[in-house]
């Protein structure tokens, strides 16, 4: 079964770390595009970083020079390394798997929540 599971969420203060995983199932081998996306309350789900196959990355302006987002394409996962984290960061966070050839088919994970304290 195709899955997509976070982990990694937590609390932290005020320009603390945090670093977030995600693993896609096995049987998802042709993955393109592995993301970050997160979600605060009462706001809209936003693109946090992703990274494609090849290596290539994209930030949302918010978190530049202090997220970075890397893959094992072996193991099927994705890192968010979190640092110097703010208050506006609290949100869940949810990864997101695109396979070669389904763009408009994307596999979501369930979420994991990250909160930091001021």
């Known amino acids: 079964q195709a899955q997509v599971v976070e982990s990694g969420g937590g609390l932290a203060q005020a320009g603390g770390s945090l670093r977030l995983s995600c693993v896609a199932s096995r049987i998802m081998i042709n993955i393109n595009v592995m993301g970050w996306y997160r979600q605060a309350p009462g706001k809209q789900r936003e693109l946090v970083a992703s990274i494609t196959r090849g290596g290539s990355t994209n930030y949302a302006d918010s978190v530049k020079g202090r997220f970075t987002i890397s893959r094992d394409s072996a193991q099927n996962t994705a890192y968010l390394q979190m640092n110097s984290l703010k208050p506006d960061d609290t949100a869940v966070y949810y990864c997101?798997?695109?396979?070669?050839?389904?763009?408009?088919?994307?596999?979501w994970g369930q979420g994991t929540q990250v909160t930091v304290s001021s």
């Open positions: 997101n798997v695109v396979l070669v050839g389904l763009p408009n088919s994307p596999y």
